[in-house]
């Protein structure tokens, strides 16, 4: 592995990516890049309307990721410096193909594509799989508002995305070291041997 890896904590929502993410940068002495959420103006109206807010919503988190990830690029990864996000720019993609439809859909994918194809791309990505059960009770421990009337459903169809958008990653992007943490079995907040040994999969890349 590069001296100064690229690092990103992915899976689906309150799976736990910015508690890893920062529990590991904080560890490793890292800069850590977390998604703005809260600013986001479209959040409660998107969940309150999907098809309404949807494009609004996935345009919004498009361009905001795309000015974090230039920054990232210039002030880190450029400068052969690791950094470590919550997030993979791909999950632009793993929410719009899902929360899109027809022509609208077709122009955010090739807008993502436009924006993002000659980005760096991380080269380790921790990926937090969860069950429905474990994410919603995440999810409401974190007490968001507008987080609290997400359908079980849009959150399972988005746990089978995810799996399936990691699978296609890893065939597409072969030298991309993929690291699955089981988020119902393995805890990391709560058990400091289970921290313990993600950190040490890091150490043990980044040698
Ligand atoms: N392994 C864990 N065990 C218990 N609680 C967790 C765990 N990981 C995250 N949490 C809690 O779940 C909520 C969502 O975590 P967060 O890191 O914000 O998830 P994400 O960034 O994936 O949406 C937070 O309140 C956090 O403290
Ligand atoms: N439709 C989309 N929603 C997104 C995207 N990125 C984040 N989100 C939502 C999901 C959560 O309600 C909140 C925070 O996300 P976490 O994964 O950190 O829980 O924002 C997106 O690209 N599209």
Redesign the pocket.
Known sequence: MKHAPFIAVE??????????ATMLANEMQLPVIKEIVDENPFLDKFYQNMDDWSFQLEMFFLCNRFKQLEDTTTQYIDKGKSVIS?YHIYKNLIFGERTLKGSKRDKYREIYHILTDDFPKPDIIFY?RADLDTLLA??A??ARTFEEIIAPAYLQQLIEDYDDAMASLARREPSTVIITID?NK?????NPEDFAAIAEQLKELMK
């Open positions: 899976g689906p929502i309150g799976a736990g990516k910015t508690t890893l919550d937090i995440r999810i421990k974190r988020g393995v805890d990391f907040v709560e």
